[in-house]
């Protein structure tokens, strides 16, 4: 038998719905770079699970039942309203409340292709209207309903914070949804395809997906990078801080990849935005102590940022509460969840590793 911490390096099923190669990433052989460019996050998720772009009126069609579908029933946020709302992390909020949602979903347990998609797209859609409700809750006020004339990305803001966004907010919100779309066989999907894997259901593959993107070795990293830079403060906090953290032998959040070692392809999009958006809200300083964070982990550890390192400022300049960040990340990733548990149901084996045994030797049972 083979072993490897982690699973590092082992190949545990095949897939069509992204690929990393040669530090490449593409979604259905889509180059991610492109796809930032010029997807909106709708033809993303159609991409993801169809496996073919959208021809114009299939994304019109697409976009119209995701946005039939956004309503939650009320059981969800009447429910929410008895959790300890105030204290609660959203994260766990969100993993309860996806689960929760299954029980309102009389098809939940049909288990064939077409009632698998229809509940895809419930899920897709629903998503950030229960992110948006929560937040809505806690602060004291009552959920906004979806606006059926705004799009995906758009709707998600305008649920949060009641007002119909500015342009600029929504092209660099759907943006970050898009770069967060989909990865390959990263812990959360491997989580939901496991999960599913038992021909267990869509929602139970959902819910154990949030609750392995909610660790800060992965999704969670987003809101600890946003800890960090608060903590930090000033640029000049900026060296002594890490130098600190690295002495401690601490990992810095937002840094280092299991699979890419020369920098993740994602990364520069949100360096980007991170500038241009700092920028708009005149908190620049967000931006240039990213930099110098990003200088200095590179020069003493090798190590560069991934995907969750600028989204953290990116997120902060649109005015999302920083442990929003990520549900957000879960909002998007719902769609390379939901395409990996589609494909796993398509050809399905359980999956079922072993493990080396270290423990003790072979030993009798006592007799009393
Ligand atoms: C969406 C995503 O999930 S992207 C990842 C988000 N997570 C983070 O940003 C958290 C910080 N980063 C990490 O913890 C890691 O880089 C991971 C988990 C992402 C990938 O880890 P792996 O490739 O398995 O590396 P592993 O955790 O085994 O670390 C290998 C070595 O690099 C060091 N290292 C890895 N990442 C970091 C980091 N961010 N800061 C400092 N040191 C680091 C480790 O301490 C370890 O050092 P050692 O060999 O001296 O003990
Ligand atoms: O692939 C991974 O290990 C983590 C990651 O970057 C992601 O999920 O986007």
């Not at 809200?281 to 940022?305: A, F, H, R």
Request: proline residues 5%; contains cysteine; hydrophobic residues 40%.
């Amino acid at each position: 038998m083979t072993t490897t911490r982690g699973l590092e390096g082992i190949v545990a099923t095949q897939s069509s719905v992204s690929s990393i190669i040669d530090d490449e990433l593409t979604y259905q052989g889509y180059g991610i770079d492109d796809l930032a460019n010029h997807a909106r996050f709708e033809e993303v998720v159609y991409l993801l699970w169809n496996g073919v772009l959208p021809a114009k009126e299939q994304l019109q069609s697409f976009s119209d039942e995701l946005q039939k579908a956004a309503f939650v029933p009320k059981e969800i946020f009447e429910q929410m309203k008895a959790y300890p709302i105030t204290t609660v992390h959203p994260m766990a909020a969100l993993r309860t409340a996806i689960s929760t949602l299954g029980l309102y979903d009389e098809e939940a347990e049909e288990m064939n292709g077409e009632a698998n998609y229809r509940k895809a797209i419930k899920l897709q859609a629903k998503i950030p209207t229960i992110v948006a409700g929560f937040e809505r809750i806690r602060s004291g006020k009552e959920p906004v309903e979806p606006n059926p004339n705004l799009s995906f990305a758009a709707n998600f803001l305008y649920m949060l914070n009641g007002t119909v966004p500015d342009e600029l907010s929504v092209r660099a919100f759907d943006k970050a949804l898009v770069l967060h779309a989909d990865h390959e066989l990263n812990a959360s999907t491997f989580t939901a395809r496991v999960c599913v894997a038992t021909l267990s259901d869509v929602y139970s593959g959902l819910t154990a997906a949030i609750g392995a993107l909610k660790g800060p070795l992965h999704g969670g990293a987003n809101e600890a990078v946003m800890k960090m830079l608060v903590e930090i403060d000033e640029l000049e906090n900026v060296e002594p801080y890490i130098r600190a953290a690295l002495d401690r032998k601490e990992k810095i959040m937002g840094f280092g990849h299991r699979v890419y070692k020369n920098g993740d392809p994602r990364a520069k999009h949100l360096r980007q935005m991170s500038k241009e958006l700092t920028d708009v809200i005149k908190e620049s300083k967000w931006y240039e102590m990213s930099l110098k964070i990003e200088e200095m982990v590179t020069k003493e550890k090798g190590l560069l940022p991934n995907v969750d390192f600028y989204s953290a400022t990116v997120y902060h300049s649109l005015g999302i509460k920083h442990d929003l960040f990520t549900p957000i990340f879960a909002i998007s990733r719902t769609s390379g969840w939901l395409a990996h548990i589609l494909e796993q149901y398509e050809n399905n084996r359980l999956i079922r590793p072993r493990a080396e045994y270290i423990g003790p030797d072979k030993r009798s049972f006592p007799k009393k």
